[in-house]
């Protein structure tokens, strides 16, 4: 006898995604930047060094750039487009680095061989981000510690000096914090595009505090490729 069903008064659908990320760190200077500097280190500073924000902060400043996107703020989505740049920027320069320790690495005599280098304990950190930019700081960041682990293992064997060594870190390190600059200084402003067109109260307002946004970024034909699908619409239509 055929199987018979009964048919359903509703389309059934399946539950929401899900998924979980774990990124390992490895060498300490990867970790100081994961972390930053809160204030309560800067008070107990002589010198009284600023704040250096740290990748949970980046990643929630990046969350809420990509809110205010999505609900029409031209700051956000500028920040968003500086945000894509900046990393891409970022992550190219830590690469080339990476690049030029392993072709030092790569000229040791063939008899050699020298395992992966890692950290006996490693931080392991549960990672979540509402922005796909943000997730794209973590890559950023956990490439650096590959340089730095690259980095460390080439002095440990004579292969580079210390000078040589810290310049590696040091050239990783301040393209990540141009990246964490830009987060740092995005503020939220309750503004919309047609606010800054039109010139509204709360426009003017917001030109004031932040200036003029890109006009590029106004008219649509800037945006980055994760911005949300807003819709944009220039001066001309």
């Known amino acids: 006898m055929a199987e018979q069903t009964t048919p359903q ?42 704040k250096i924000l740290g990748m949970p902060e980046a990643i929630s400043r990046a969350g809420y750039a990509g809110r205010d996107a999505a609900a ?30 392993e072709k030092i690495i790569a000229g040791i005599p063939a008899s050699i061989t020298m395992s992966e280098v890692t950290s006996s304990e490693p931080l392991n950190l ?15 960041l956990v490439h650096y510690d590959q340089l730095a682990l690259k980095a460390f293992q080439a002095f440990h064997y004579g292969l580079v000096s210390r ?27 309750p503004v919309t595009y047609d606010d800054i067109r039109h010139k509204t109260a709360r ?11 890109d006009p590029a970024v106004m008219s649509g034909k800037k945006r980055s490729s994760f911005s949300p699908l807003t819709a944009v619409i220039s001066e001309e239509d």
Request: glycine content about 8%; aromatic content about 8%.
């Open 9 to 50: 008064s509703t389309p059934r659908r399946s539950g929401g995604l899900v998924s979980t990320l774990t990124v390992e760190l490895h060498s300490h200077y990867a970790i100081r930047l994961w972390e930053g500097r809160n204030r309560s280190e800067e008070k107990r500073t002589p010198d009284h060094r600023p």
């Open 72 to 101: 029409g703020n031209p700051y956000g989505d500028e920040l968003l487009v500086k945000l894509e740049e900046a990393i891409q920027l970022a992550t190219g320069k830590v690469q080339e680095q990476v690049r030029i320790i």
């Open 126 to 140: 549960d990672v979540f981000s509402r922005s796909p930019l943000g997730y794209r700081c973590v890559w950023l």
């Open 163 to 189: 000078s040589q060594r810290d310049q590696f870190l040091d050239k990783g390190s301040k393209a990540i914090r141009v990246v964490y600059g830009l987060l740092q200084n995005y503020r939220t402003v």
């Open 203 to 213: 426009g003017l307002a917001a030109i004031k505090r932040l200036g003029e946004p």
